[in-house]
């Protein structure tokens, strides 16, 4: 990998600095440098809610209750009454097989 210089730029903090950063980002849309310097907030809301939208979109199968839900619901599931109550019939029936 080989690192090139584009501009060498003055500047009075690290703000001013990452600002000049995300404009040649934005210019140049590289490859390996991708993550953005001085994210605004309703950028970070925007990002967030396309992340959210990806994961609801993935569905999760319950091996044990075989109940289908949204990915970002699996959790919520798993300390439902219905999935506690099969867990601990499959356990109860393990044991009386042994």
Known sequence: MKIILIESFPCENK???EKRERYY????????NSKRPCVTEEERKKSQLKRDQKRRAID????????TCPMD??????KSKRHLKMVAEQVKAKEETK
Do not use: F, G
């Open 25 to 32: 980002i934005d210019l140049l849309s590289p490859s390996l």
């Open 15 to 17: 703000m001013e600095l």
């Open 73 to 78: 619901h699996k959790s919520h599931h798993n």
């Open 60 to 67: 999760y199968l319950c091996n044990i209750c075989q109940v």
